[in-house]
């Protein structure tokens, strides 16, 4: 093995020292350009997080909004339908009070028109009395203005009341009905009929029922 002088061993050694680390550098830098070059894993771990929370609230919110839709349009439906019901139960009601208040009408008026047939039947029958004649015939002259008077009655009853009543005119007529009272002045009529009194006392009580 041949020795070397010290020079020669020194700028040999520092040859191949230079060459390494000319060797290495490149070696370096690559590493660090391929280090530079890849991404930040964390980076990669954030943007996709927050890309998928993005999508994530846009889609719910879209969700969100459709369902608010649909629930307003179902309430408004069942509204809708609601009110028409109500608008139904509400004629249907109407039209039952209206049926329900005629009927009673009806009723009222049948009622009254039974409670005039008896009245008069009672009235015929107690008319038929001389003195209540009598008095019926007192109490209608009472109106009258004048003592010059006429009265008519139906002819069976003016055989009645005949010799009570001397100062006036009495005209006995078979064609009137039973409790005909008929008082005539010169400007003035008075009609105290029972017939007549009953009329105007159902039509009364027909107007206020």
Same mark, same amino acid.
């Given at each position: 093995?041949?020795?070397?002088?010290?020079?020669?061993?020194?700028?040999?050694?520092?040859?191949?020292?230079?060459?390494?680390?000319?060797?290495?550098?490149?070696?370096?830098?690559?590493?660090?350009?391929?280090?530079?070059?890849?991404?930040?894993?964390?980076?990669?771990? +954030?943007?996709?997080?927050?890309?998928?929370?993005?999508?994530?609230?846009?889609? *719910?919110? $879209? @969700?969100?909004? +459709?369902?608010?839709?649909? $629930?307003?349009?179902?309430?408004?439906?069942? $509204? $809708?339908? =609601?009110?028409?019901? =109500?608008? +139904? *139960?509400?004629?249907?009601?109407?039209?039952?009070?209206?049926?329900?208040?005629?009927?009673?009408?009806?009723?009222?008026?049948?009622?009254?028109?039974?409670?005039?047939? #008896? *009245?008069?039947?009672?009235?015929?029958?107690? #008319?038929?009395?001389?003195?209540?004649?009598?008095?019926?015939?007192?109490?209608?002259?009472?109106?009258?203005?004048?003592?010059?008077?006429?009265?008519?009655?139906?002819?069976?009853?003016?055989? =009645?009341?005949?010799?009570?009543?001397?100062?006036?005119?009495?005209?006995? @007529?078979?064609?009137?009905?039973?409790?005909?009272?008929?008082?005539?002045? @010169?400007?003035?009529?008075?009609?105290?009929?029972?017939?007549?009194?009953?009329?105007? =006392?159902?039509?009364?009580?027909?107007?206020? *029922?």
């Amino acid at each position: 093995m041949k020795n070397l002088p010290i020079e020669e061993f020194l700028l040999e050694e520092f040859s191949v020292n230079e060459q390494a680390t000319q060797q290495t550098l490149p070696e370096k830098e690559q590493t660090k350009e391929t280090e530079e070059a890849l991404p930040n894993i964390d980076e990669i771990y +954030q943007k996709a997080f927050n890309e998928g929370y993005e999508k994530a609230k846009n889609e *719910s919110e $879209l @969700d969100c909004e +459709q369902k608010l839709s649909n $629930l307003k349009n179902q309430y408004d439906t069942k $509204l $809708l339908n =609601l009110n028409n019901e =109500l608008k +139904q *139960s509400l004629q249907l009601i109407d039209a039952r009070f209206n049926e329900t208040k005629e009927t009673i009408k009806n009723l009222e008026n049948d009622i009254i028109n039974i409670a005039i047939e #008896i *009245s008069q039947k009672i009235i015929e029958k107690e #008319i038929q009395n001389p003195e209540t004649l009598k008095n019926l015939i007192r109490k209608t002259l009472s109106f009258a203005k004048s003592d010059k008077v006429k009265l008519k009655l139906n002819a069976q009853q003016a055989k =009645l009341i005949e010799s009570e009543f001397k100062n006036i005119e009495i005209i006995g @007529d078979p064609d009137l009905e039973i409790g005909t009272i008929i008082v005539e002045e @010169d400007s003035n009529i008075i009609d105290a009929s029972i017939n007549t009194k009953l009329e105007e =006392l159902k039509r009364s009580l027909i107007n206020e *029922s």
